[in-house]
Structure formats: C-alpha cells, structure tokens
C-alpha cells in the first residue's frame, strides 16, 4: 500500500504572553564548589538589576541563525511515498529526495524498539549500577516494561520505562541517593535529545529543596566541563537553565536578542543563566526535545539550544558558550541523568516520576509521526526508529506509541539541517 500528499504550508509559531520573573539568588548546585563562579554570577546579577529590560524575552526576534532552526525548519520540501503496512511494530519505508545521509541509521540509544540490543535503554551498562536495577522494587529506581500509569501498554516493543522516587531517603544532603537515571551520550557537537515524561498525581516540588531550587529535572555531565542543570525553582513554576561561558552581547539589548521565551522569563544571573516560565505538568505524559548546538571552542559564541514541551517552544538561546573557561574542557557533553540531586523536607511524602520513549542521538536527522499536517500545530509527536537510511529513501520501524488504530496520523522526515520534508498523511491499522 501507498500513500502520498503534496506539500502543506508551514504557518508561523504562536506566541503565548506570560507574566515575568523577578530575579532571585542562583542556587547552591549549579555553582558547586567555584566560589569564583558564584561571586561572577551575583556581579552579573547586579549589573543587571541595573536594568529596566532585565526580564524581557525576544518574542519577534528574527535574526536567528540558519544553523538553529532545529525544530520544525521553515519549509516543506517535496512528496513523501509511504510503503508497508502501518501497524505497530511493522518495517515500513519511505521515499522522496534531500534526506542526506545518516550513518548508522539508528539513534545512539533509544528506549524501544532499537536494532542494537547493545544501544538499549535498558541493557546493562547503560548505566551506573550502583543508581538503578531491573525489576527492583524496593530502591530508587525501577526499569521496567510495564509501571503503574504507563503511557503505552501491551505492546511487546520494548517500551521500558523509568520509575524514580523522590522521598527523604534520596535527600542528598543527609547522604541519600538521588541522582537519577544515567546514561551516556554520543560523542558528538549535536545533540537531539527526546523523552516522555510523567509526575505522578500529587507531585509537590515545594518538598525538595537545592539551594535556591526545587530539584534537577535533567542534569548533563554533572560536575565536568560542559556540564547542564535545568533545575525546578520556584515550588514548581518555572525552569532555570544556563550556558556556563554566557550568551554573546556587549549590552543587555544584544544579549536579549540571542535569548528567545515565548512563554515568559528571561535572564536570571546575567549572561549565564536563564528562567522560563513554565509550569511542569502534574498526572499526565509530556513530549520533550532537547536540540543543542554545543559551540565549536571555548569563548567562541556559536553555540545554541532549545526545549520544546508537546512541541511548543519553551526557550531557544543562540550565540552561547557552553565550556566553563576556568578549567581545561570536555569537546562534548558525557552523559545525562533523567533526574538530580535535592534536598528533602521531614513530612515523609513520597512522590514518583516516570520516563520512557527515550531517544538519543548525535544529529537532528529524524522520523517523527505527529497529529497535525502543519508540524507546528502537532502536540502529539512520536519519534520513530530508523532501520535503513539513504538520500531517497528511509526504512524504520513505526512506533505509534499513543495512537490507537485508525487514527489519522503525519509523517515528518527532518534532515540533519533540520529542514522539513513531508509530510505524508497515514491512517494507522
């Protein structure tokens, strides 16, 4: 069977307004033990207190460079053929032209449905063992296929998932284990980085405690040079992240113009570190992307990143630096942790947190089925893993995750440029 549609416009992204963010102090873990980096962030700080456009986002900024247009790109570029049967777990082709080249096909690792038992979410290796176990109810971390509130169920596909506690045992500060779920990276100056993630009902970020944050929600290459922290501050609302070598401006107009938060935010210790006003959501599954261009040299601004949730932009910050310049660096991010250090209250709450679809690679080159033929409207994004890939033609196993048979659903192929193609319109079996 075949299927094939013409190509659709791609309408501009909405933009959500938001109240701002006042600033408040930087917290205790994204410093570590640099006091020389905490003394520079509460000098940048004040400097921008200074400023009446401190918290202002670059809503209508249009002079982003090519090279960051790592979501959805601006085109859609020719006719996708569609060839096989579209039921899960089913190899099913598609042809057009421009795809480039991807070698291996397969993302670096994935938590379903990946070729290489080696590259598996789950296998082990994949991470620190003293942090996780299969089957183990009783520590902090449990990986299995089938966790209470999974979001795909009944599907021999691998689909693991990770269920992580956050309770006073895993109170770092009194000793506990908290780090999360580990697993490293590709080695590679691009990253894309997708997962679902799921807070269980009655997650209560106001129990966790980490300086001036809640807790980590992911942590990259902890306590090396780049390393990440986007952390929960605020009980909740809002997201801090940083770039440690800052966002490229001689002034605070230039700085903002690099920093991008439709939702709301803007510089928290200027120009290290950001806020976004987003609220995590609580009992239900979320879709996250992570793009990263990691700079090609300490000091040299041409890095960028960006997080989109359900598909909708929370930040894009272009012209960074990752590398902290006080130490010799890395050339590229180790691992990630699904999770991080906190502190933790005396109430004795236990919350959990799961995650699975997890899908890492070292290129923006990807098959995704979304709900929506504009990309930009789609809020239901599957990525799917690819078997086969050539300039005309790619082979790939279909993951519909959460669609249900007969549900119409797009196919999108994303070069490694980011540049769209497609999409193809499909009802699934």
Not at 59 to 74: C, F, H, K, R, V
Request: aromatic content about 12%; charged content about 15%.
């Amino acid at each position: 069977m075949q299927w094939a549609t013409r190509p659709i416009a791609q309408p501009k992204s909405m933009i959500i307004p938001a109240s701002l963010l006042p600033a408040s102090l930087l917290s205790e873990p994204l410093i570590g033990n640099r006091p020389w980096l905490c003394a520079s962030l509460l000098l940048a700080m004040l400097v921008t207190a200074c400023s009446d456009d401190d918290h202002q986002s670059n809503q209508n900024n249009e002079n982003w460079d090519a090279g960051s247009q790592a979501d959805s790109g601006t085109n859609t570029n020719g006719t996708l053929t569609v060839t096989g049967d579209l039921i899960h777990g089913s190899s099913v082709v598609v042809s057009g032209s421009g795809f480039g080249q991807k070698d291996p096909a397969a993302p670096f690792r994935a938590s379903y449905q990946h070729p290489d038992q080696a590259q598996r979410f789950q296998e082990m290796g994949a991470f620190d063992d003293r942090y996780w176990s299969l089957g183990a109810a009783d520590i902090m971390v449990n990986l299995a296929d089938d966790l209470p509130d999974s979001r795909v169920k009944g599907r021999a596909s691998q689909q693991y998932y990770a269920r992580l506690e956050y309770s006073a045992r895993g109170n770092w500060e009194a000793g506990g284990y908290s780090a999360g779920v580990q697993t490293n990276l590709p080695e590679s100056k691009v990253l894309y980085l997708s997962w679902w993630d799921y807070f269980e009902p009655g997650f209560e970020a106001s129990h966790m405690a980490t300086g001036a944050a809640n807790f980590k929600w992911i942590y990259m290459s902890p306590g090396q040079n780049p390393h990440e922290a986007m952390q929960i501050i605020n009980d909740g609302t809002d997201l801090l992240c940083s770039a440690l070598g800052g966002i490229a401006g001689d002034t605070n107009d230039e700085q903002n113009a690099n920093l991008d938060i439709p939702g709301g935010g803007g510089f928290y210790g200027r120009p290290l570190s950001w806020t976004s006003s987003y609220a995590l959501p609580i009992g239900r599954w979320y879709h996250v992307e992570l793009f990263y261009r990691l700079n090609s040299a300490p000091k040299t601004f041409d890095g960028s990143m960006e997080l989109r949730i359900d598909n909708q932009r929370i930040f894009r910050v272009q012209h960074i630096d990752v590398y902290d310049s006080e130490s010799t660096p890395n050339e590229y991010f180790d691992n990630i942790r699904f999770g991080g250090n906190y502190g933790f209250d005396e109430s004795g709450s236990v919350f959990y947190r799961q995650y699975g679809g997890i899908y890492l690679d070292g290129t923006f080159a990807r098959v995704v089925l979304g709900d929506a033929p504009n990309y930009d409207d789609c809020r239901h994004l599957e990525v799917q893993i690819a078997t086969q890939w050539s300039n005309g033609s790619i082979t790939f196993t279909l993951n519909e995750g959460s669609f249900q048979a007969a549900d119409t659903a797009y196919l999108y192929v994303f070069d490694a440029s980011g540049q769209q193609h497609g999409p193809a319109s499909l009802v699934l079996e």
